[in-house]
């Protein structure tokens, strides 16, 4: 039965984005509004605070303890080709979602990265890509919904899965399936997916630190803002792009 392995797999790429949100938003902490991002949309607020207690409940007395020893017993260099391995076997998803998102030159760059780090990198124990040049790069089914226009909808938290929005609980199914691992045997899948999710939770251990004030809220505001950053592909309005004035101040 594959519906164990498809909410394991979904709880490991969960980790994922919230370890990167985390590290995004410790940089702009410091201009977090008191209130809370204004671009957070969350009528169901009351019911996601219940599912993150539920789910903070479960992280400390299951997940961060078994992290926790992970990062103590397991050397560095080990730990990376770990991440790298998983790291790897993403990609496969990231090829796809860019071609369905038109991104030529991105998929182009993901195949010759996959290639690259399958061979050289030794089942991609090695990140020989990044060192010529093809740095990882994230995409999913969410972004390819978001690129067509379809709207994140309400701020979800998932049980045991997360932070999400309804377009990202939606694109988390066939990301499931574009994972390699999904096409092996049960216990090698459900295997490889506890280790990606415990190796990736090890990783977050740092930057839990940088959370401040209401960690439903931080997290709440983080995850939002890095979906709509990837769905943009980083693109911010400038203020002063089209100011004739200020232009004008500044000629010489």
Known sequence: MRDPVIMTRMFSQLLAVLSVSLLASAVNAEDEPAGGSQFAYDPLERYNRWVFSFNEFLDEYALRPVAEGYRNFVPDPIDQGITNFFNN????????????????????????????????????????GTAFGLPKEDEDFGQTLGFWGVGAGPYLMLPALGPSTLRDAVGRVPDAYLEPTYYLEDEVAIGLTIAKAIDTRADLIPVEGFIVGDKYQFIRNAYLQRREYLVQDGAVEDPFANDDEFDEDFEF
């Open 89 to 128: 076997l993403d990609d496969v998803g990231v090829l796809v979602n860019s071609g369905l998102q038109l991104k030529g030159r991105k998929s182009v760059a993901t195949l010759s990265r996959l290639m690259f780090n399958t061979t050289l990198g030794i089942g991609g124990l090695f990140d020989v």
